[in-house]
């Protein structure tokens, strides 16, 4: 087990014994007598146990005091309290400060196991959610967006400004592939709700019945095949955030509603009477303009503008072609430690194609190019013939001078890409392995592996 074990009692006796009972059981027991000692040993000494068993009433001074004045330290640790002189306000401020139970001595050991072994169930899994809002606040920082461009660089002003304010709601615009997803996360885990939920719902990718009950919830019987109750999104994302990407495919007859939610602050699950308050904070994204979705009455005028608070606009990636410079390699990197790879070189060629091309598809289309390049690399070149740019050279030959092309609209993922490659070259070369090997300009063998991968 090995976790540390804070035992503050001023009965030598009674911590002595609770130590040795512990140890047996694999804790790491820390021993404590006084309010003063414990306190250096948690804040000088930087001791983060997972479990404290304390004393109320200490010579000099109360359990709960210290339990006030550490409870913000980092490293959830879950408090029990033992006593012999307890009272009700005493119990009802414990629980308050978040102490996990409040217990009278003597406590049968039995007992005292039972609570124990579930206090550290409870702090091994705040544990675990701190550790992993620290990675998500860590991933999501305002300098996840990448680029040493002007616009870039406009970009991460606004918002860290946007960040440090308690803002209800925003909308994000830019074209497809820009990053408005991003944003939307950097936004919620730099601000203030960091700690509560980020929800997302990508309005464009359920059908109307779905999407009302998605947002709001219904109860059982509500509508056919709704065999048990369930909670919404908004409710879902209580406390944090509510991020609704292609908000301007939501039918006009749901906006009204959703334009009640966000004003009032209440929902009501369908088939319920009952309004439940929410506390939310709402990102809104769309590619389309949403000045002329309203102007051609595509999008409520009054739900806009209760959205748009502030509107965020991200630079397509032909606007900041720079920023090339920095996302490349580190896109590489990504891709490098996914697929097991080792390129490390880029040639000027390459860089050529890389920023002569537009790229419509913006930084998701760079994605899947920079993706493909490293999957079907060689050696630690990255290949210029899987970019498959408008401006590059056509990737695969034959003698015959035919070309052969894959559509980067997402209509295709890497694995339905890579099996249509060599099931083309396998055709043209009359299912000649050696010869379509040559071709796509690697091994025999490593095509061999391939095929069996894709059932060719």
Known sequence: MGQHLLII??????????GRHFKRQGYRVELATTIQQARHKLLQQKLAPLLVISDMNLPDGNGLDLLEEVREMPGASEWLFLTAYGSVPESVRALQLGAYDFLEKPCDLARLDLVVASARRSALAQRHLQQQRSVQTQRYAIDAFVGSSPVAQQTRTMLRRLSEVAFSSLVISGETGTGKGLAA??????????????VALNCAALPRDLLESELYGHEAGAFTGAGKSRCGLFEQADGGTLFLDEIGEIPLELQSKLLKAIEDK???????????????????????????EVAEGRFRNDLYHRLSLF????????????????LVPMLI?????????RVTKISS??????NLHDWPGNVRELRNVIERCVLFAEDKNLPLQWLQLETSQPPV????????????????????MERHIIQTALQRCNNNTTAAA???????????????????
């Open 311 to 326: 509107e965020l606009k991200l630079p397509s990636l032909r606007e900041r072609k720079e920023d090339l410079q920095k």
């Open 333 to 341: 990197n990504e891709f490098n430690a996914k697929s097991n790879r």
């Open 438 to 456: 040559r071709m796509l300009g690697t091994s025999r063998e490593k095509l061999r592996y391939r095929q069996q991968k894709h059932g060719l």
């Open 266 to 292: 209440t929902i009501r699950r369908l088939g319920s009477g009952t309004e439940i308050e929410v506390d939310i904070q709402i990102i809104a994204a769309g590619n389309r303009s949403f000045a002329r």
């Open 349 to 354: 060629q390459v860089w050529q194609q890389l």
């Open 185 to 198: 996360k950097i936004l919620h885990h730099a601000g203030a709700r960091a700690d509560s939920p980020f």
């Open 397 to 416: 030959k034959t003698g015959t001078g035919n070309n052969l092309t894959i559509p980067l609209d997402g209509s295709m993922n890497l694995d339905a």
């Open 9 to 18: 009692e001023d009965e030598t006796l009674l911590g002595d014994e609770l």
